[in-house]
């Protein structure tokens, strides 16, 4: 069956995610918009099929051709985009985070239960395949019970320096809110706990003051930077778990460690730190383990493979609406994250703890 998608956002996220691996799945990339209209005929003339250019959001979502919508623009806009297409009868893939607020994140849930439509995030970090394998390991109860997960979202220097990053009236925060939401998506998901208890929690705006040349992108400058550059957190989850989140744009920290999560369980512990690591007791000795997920496969792990996160992302989101099945990213669980971004930025704020 032919799939037809539309784009509402037509940027870097797009371009460099979506798009390509939405032609990868096979779809008729057949709608385009963007706030920018030569974005969208950009967009449109290297990935479209069947294509057509919109100058509103509502003339994309009056295509009937169009059964799927992807949204790929700043996070403010993101509960709007995604509740007006729902309500058009479209299924919608997101980017992350789901919104800005939870109350927001939660009014996307309604609108897609409301409507009967597939709603998912873009959290791609769950498929990479040393991610995809730890699931498949504590999912069949080979670390025992969790009870202790450290998020890691540390970058050394890695401030943006462009666009929407640098307004947090339309972003939602800095770096928590950009790449702390990913963390927590991950370690949750392996958990597979999703009842937080409280919250404490911490942000900080130290380094971005600094301007530096030693930047992934460059030297920032700091007048047009009005967010936090690190953050970390304590959560306590409602069966006792603890989950620790260290998150940063900017840090001194020797060993930094982006969307990888660190487990401890009963029976063994296992960190995304470096691959896939396993760590454990066996016959009286302690031992750590690399496991090699290079030839693991979809069919090895019940769960979608492919060469890049990004294709299984969108792979496994086209074949749930081909199959009539729900997506890996339930939105049910996105709202979870969603609701401890806004708790940690309240326990910041007040210092003092959140309560769920």
């Known amino acids: 069956m032919d799939i037809y998608v539309g784009i509402i956002g037509c ?13 990868h799945a096979g779809v008729k990339i057949a709608g385009f918009y963007d706030t920018y209209r030569a974005s969208a005929e950009r967009a449109a003339a290297d990935f479209g099929t069947e294509a057509r250019v919109y100058d509103t959001v509502e003339a994309l979502l009056q295509d009937d051709r169009i059964q799927v919508v992807h949204i790929c623009t700043p996070n403010i806009s993101h509960a709007s985009l995604a509740i007006q ?4 009868g479209k299924h919608v893939m997101c980017e992350k985070p789901m919104a800005t607020n ?3 994140a939660q009014a996307m849930l309604d609108a897609a239960k409301r409507n009967h439509r597939k709603l998912t995030i873009g ?9 995809m394998h730890l699931k498949k390991m ?18 050394r220097r890695g401030i943006p320096n462009w666009g929407t990053y640098l307004d947090s009236s339309l972003q939602g925060g800095g770096c928590l809110i950009d790449i702390g939401t990913h963390s927590i998506d991950l370690v949750l ?9 409280y919250v404490v929690g911490n942000t900080y705006r130290k380094i971005v003051d600094r301007p530096s040349d030693a930047n992934a992108w460059g030297r920032w400058d700091a007048q047009k930077i009005d967010m936090e550059d690190a953050a970390f957190a304590f959560l306590r989850m409602k069966n006792g778990a603890t989950v620790e989140l260290e998150c940063s744009w900017a840090l001194n920290c020797r060993t930094p460690n982006e969307n990888k999560a660190t487990l401890a369980g009963t029976l063994a512990g296992a960190d995304l730190l470096d691959g896939l690591t396993i760590n454990g007791e066996a016959y009286g000795h302690l031992y750590t383990q690399k496991v090699d997920v290079t030839n693991l496969c979809g069919t090895d792990m019940d769960l979608p493979f492919s060469e890049t996160p990004a294709d299984a992302e969108i792979g496994s989101w086209i074949d749930a ?3 009539d099945t729900d997506p890996i990213v339930l939105p049910e669980q996105a709202v979870v994250v969603s609701r401890i971004l806004e708790a940690i930025y309240q326990s910041a704020e007040t210092g003092k703890p959140v309560y769920f």
């Open 102 to 104: 939870a109350a927001d």
């Open 138 to 155: 504590c999912d069949n109860g080979e670390l025992g019970d969790i009870y202790f997960a450290r998020a890691h979202a540390l970058r």
């Open 321 to 323: 609406i081909r199959n």
């Open 85 to 88: 297409a729902l309500n058009a």
């Open 189 to 197: 998901w392996l958990m597979n706990n999703y009842e937080p208890d």
């Open 11 to 23: 940027g870097g996220i797009a371009r460099g995610k979506h798009l390509p691996a939405l032609q």
């Open 123 to 131: 959290y791609q970090g769950r498929f990479r395949r040393e991610a």
